[in-house]
């Protein structure tokens, strides 16, 4: 952390402690950054005895309903004010999905996020995008509020960490990466616990799509693109969820001629997410902001308004260009 940030940490204590209603909110489609993000700084600020609202704003993946308190994501009702609104893990504000309305009836924003494509919509902005993962950035703002990270918040942001940073293996892994994991085994939580809720639960239905995804695997450029996708139709016939895509485009990235893997899904006929990873050179945050998408270098997203099959020409057609 750096002195700026260290600056905008303590503004946002302060503003904190000056609150009464706060609602803390992150992106739509959760993963395990966002889940454990929320949930952690939520117990925290409950700990100074602050009256604090995790915002439910789409549905919490059952590979993280095991956290501790994950009852604590409720739906509210859009309140007439809000004092204090906190976003975390989400570069903007559409990200936010319904959590954008409460953010428009606070009186303050903090924006806490590590993704370098950020734009600053808050009044206060903590981004550190040198961080793996928000909940990085979390642990540093619990700590500066001399809160006990008790083993439920460490729980919880060892989950963040670990997924954000694909179990340590992504070179957005850093020397603070693994102190601040050092610290937060020091609790007490129960690592294996963790992993095998986070690693090792997949399930039938998941497992099924997996494999009906790979037979519609295609490699490009001498096996350097790897590029699959998921319709609806396979959703419903494997009797699966989108969530179930989780882990699909990380083994397409680990085959060892890939360069770039890219998962399509389909949202509806007209609407296809995409996740792209890359292992070396390649930014595909750069790919993605084509499309108004962002994320990091080495892992990025967006949304394509087209048919599955129009999508992946159109990305394929970016990821080509970006070899050249």
Not at 150 to 165: G, H, N, Q, V
Not at 208 to 219: D, P, Q, W, Y
Not at 237 to 266: P, Q, W, Y
Not at 309 to 323: G, P, Q, R, V, Y
């Amino acid at each position: 952390m750096n002195d700026s940030l260290d600056l905008s940490i303590e503004k946002a204590i302060s503003l904190i402690k000056e609150s009464s209603n706060i609602y803390i909110a992150s992106h739509v489609q959760p993963d395990g950054d966002n889940i454990g993000s929320i949930l952690a700084l939520g117990m925290a600020i409950k700990k100074m005895n602050k009256d604090v609202n995790i915002l439910k704003v789409d549905e919490v993946p059952s590979d993280y309903r095991f956290l501790p308190n994950v009852e604590l994501i409720k739906e509210y009702e859009i309140p007439s004010t809000v004092d204090l609104f906190i976003a975390l893990d989400s570069s903007d504000m559409n990200r936010l999905g319904l959590g954008k309305e409460f953010a428009l009836k606070a009186e303050k924003i903090i924006n806490i996020d590590h993704h370098i494509t950020n734009d600053k919509f808050g009044d206060i902005n903590i981004i550190s995008d040198s961080s793996g993962a928000t909940g990085e950035i979390v642990y540093q703002v619990i700590k500066k509020m001399n809160v006990d990270i008790d083993r439920y918040i460490a729980t919880c942001l060892y989950t963040a960490i670990s997924t954000d940073t694909g179990s340590f293996m992504y070179s957005n892994t850093t020397y603070s990466t693994h102190m601040i994991i050092a610290e937060l085994m020091k609790t007490g939580i129960d690592i294996n616990d963790i992993n095998v809720n986070l690693y090792q639960s997949r399930s039938i239905e998941r497992t099924r799509l997996f494999i009906n995804s790979l037979n519609n695997l295609e490699l490009h450029l001498d096996g350097k693109i790897g590029i699959v996708y998921v319709t609806q139709e396979m959703l419903r016939a494997n009797n699966a969820k989108l969530e179930d895509t989780e882990g699909i485009v990380s083994f397409i990235r680990d085959i060892d001629s890939v360069e770039v893997a890219c998962l399509l899904k389909e949202i509806k006929e007209d609407e296809v997410k995409v996740s792209l990873r890359s292992k070396r050179n390649i930014d595909v945050a750069k790919i993605s902001s084509r499309y108004n998408g962002g994320g990091h270098m080495r892992a990025a997203g967006c949304t394509i308004n087209a048919t599955i099959e129009e999508a992946k020409m159109s990305i394929l057609n970016e990821i080509e260009m970006a070899f050249r």
